[in-house]
């Protein structure tokens, strides 16, 4: 069993530039959500998605988006890059099921925006 | 919205010694409380959770405790081991859904 994996491990931007984050949802999973974890504090949810469509939305406004494929895998979109967009960004692979909401997380992608 | 405080931020404790961290959250409809372990670098692990109709679970050293009535749950580790050096969080989910609502986290020292 594959665990959930994140691309790539760092990145830096300048402000206004657009970027893509990835995701591998763990094998067995069927959901992705995002979080964003800024330095000392607990990760924020964004987004998640379920059967390729956004099913459920965080305090985040419409420049964060997403998509899911059809294998599950994920991707976060953030456009018009701001100062207090740097953060830890993480993505968590989960089974959408009756009385299922374990979720696991992955290494992260840490955004530098300069 | 669901808010969960977490308390101490910090809790430096001695090999060996236990180590307790507490929670409390607003949305009495929240049923999924995890708890997970981040170290240096690395994404959140979780390492136990426990669910509305259970009032405590335990694995090895760690267990988890739910008091739903007072709206707070607690992390307590016994046997502390430098290995458990780490930030742990709390989170509580919206009902019936798997978004998380995550504490502001608890950094934990265990002094060999």
């Known amino acids: 069993e594959t665990g959930v994996t994140q691309s790539p491990t760092h990145l830096i931007k300048t402000r206004g530039q657009q970027v893509t984050l990835r995701c591998s949802s763990q094998?067995?999973?069927?959901?992705v959500s995002w979080y964003q974890q800024a330095l000392g504090q607990g990760p924020q949810f964004i987004f998640q998605?379920?059967?390729?469509?956004?099913?459920g939305r965080g305090n985040f406004p419409p420049r964060f988006s997403g998509l899911q494929f059809p294998n599950y895998s994920s991707e976060l979109n953030v456009n018009a890059l701001e100062l207090d967009d740097s953060a830890l960004y993480l993505c968590?692979?989960?089974?959408?099921?009756?009385?299922?909401?374990?979720?696991?997380f992955g290494p992260g992608t840490r955004l530098t925006v300069t | 919205g669901e808010n969960v405080e977490q308390h101490p931020s910090t809790l430096s404790v001695q090999e060996g010694d236990s180590a307790v961290i507490k929670c409390t959250y607003s949305?009495?409809?929240?049923?999924?409380f995890p708890w997970y372990k981040q170290e240096l670098g690395k994404g959140p692990q979780l390492i136990i959770d426990?669910?509305?109709?259970?009032g405590e679970k335990k694995d090895q050293r760690i267990a988890v405790t739910l008091n739903k009535t007072a709206k707070h749950f607690s992390l307590h580790i016994t046997e502390t081991q430098p290995e458990d050096s780490a930030v742990y969080f709390c989170?509580?989910?919206?009902?019936?859904?798997?978004?998380?609502?995550f504490g502001s986290g608890t950094k934990l020292n265990v002094k060999p």
């Open positions: 968590a692979s989960s089974w959408s099921g009756t009385g299922s909401y374990e979720q696991y």
């Open positions: 094998s067995g999973h069927n959901t």
């Open positions: 998605y379920y059967r390729e469509e956004e099913n």
């Open positions: 949305d009495s409809a929240s049923n999924y």
């Open positions: 426990i669910r509305s109709n259970v």
């Open positions: 989170a509580a989910n919206s009902y019936n859904f798997n978004k998380f609502y």
